[in-house]
């Protein structure tokens, strides 16, 4: 029902019956509030989600994987790259075994090319990592960031064989491209 009043755009009614289904359940369930954490960001309304969403922690409710990964789109939209990070590394800690969502992955790296984000593109890439999710690919999206950014990202080649990624044409020419830009430091997180 709360998920047909959302579709309609009746969050008034949604909420009302959400509430009721709240007073009445107990379950802890996330999925419930989930629909209209999902209504409220879609509809860019992340102020109205961020207070729904503490409400609901607030009575008892976890967080699933699917809350966290909701608000880092909601962050992500309102380019709150900090909140991206942090909702984003909560999603992946949330579950035993992480299946990567490889729209979200490509579109947080999209946006902090966008932005020439060198190091919160690091950030990403350590949590990432310790979600044991590194390719090629996210490498190139690393290397991406940097080439726009105007820097030169140290030791990339040494970092890719420590993780047992493997070099691609793309992943050479953006070497190639950086090498000849400004040295950035390392961060002790490599």
């Given at each position: 029902?709360?998920?047909?009043?959302?579709?309609?755009?009746?969050?008034?009614?949604?909420?009302?019956?959400?509430?009721?289904?709240?007073?009445?359940?107990?379950?802890?369930?996330?999925?419930?509030?989930?629909?209209?954490?999902?209504a409220y960001i879609n509809g860019d309304k992340m102020d109205?989600?961020?207070?729904?969403?503490?409400?609901?922690?607030?009575?008892?409710?976890?967080?699933?994987?699917?809350?966290?990964?909701?608000?880092?789109?909601?962050?992500?939209?309102?380019?709150?790259?900090?909140?991206?990070?942090?909702?984003?590394?909560?999603?992946?800690?949330?579950?035993?075994?992480?299946?990567?969502?490889?729209?979200?992955?490509?579109?947080?790296?999209?946006?902090?090319?966008?932005?020439?984000?060198?190091?919160?593109?690091?950030?990403?890439?350590?949590?990432?990592?310790?979600?044991?999710?590194?390719?090629?690919?996210?490498?190139n999206s690393l290397l991406r960031v940097y080439a726009k950014?105007?820097?030169?990202?140290?030791?990339?080649?040494?970092?890719?064989?420590?993780?047992?990624?493997g070099l691609d044409e793309e992943t050479h020419k953006l070497?190639?491209?950086?090498?000849?830009?400004?040295?950035?430091?390392?961060?002790?997180?490599?």
């Open positions: 029902m709360i998920s047909s009043l959302v579709k309609l755009g009746d969050f008034e009614e949604a909420e009302k019956l959400y509430n009721e289904w709240e007073s009445v359940s107990g379950s802890g369930d996330a999925r419930v509030p989930n629909i209209l954490l999902a109205v989600a961020e207070n729904f969403y503490q409400q609901i922690v607030q009575k008892g409710i976890s967080p699933c994987y699917t809350t966290w990964e909701l608000l880092t789109w909601g962050y992500l939209k309102k380019q709150q790259i900090e909140k991206v990070l942090d909702c984003f590394k909560q999603a992946v800690c949330s579950v035993k075994k992480w299946n990567p969502n490889e729209k979200l992955v490509r579109e947080v790296f999209n946006k902090l090319e966008d932005l020439g984000d060198t190091e919160d593109a690091e950030k990403l890439l350590v949590i990432l990592r310790d979600a044991g999710h590194v390719s090629t690919k996210v490498y950014a105007g820097k030169m990202p140290l030791i990339v080649a040494e970092r890719m064989q420590k993780d047992n990624v070497i190639k491209l950086t090498s000849k830009m400004r040295v950035t430091e390392v961060s002790s997180s490599f």
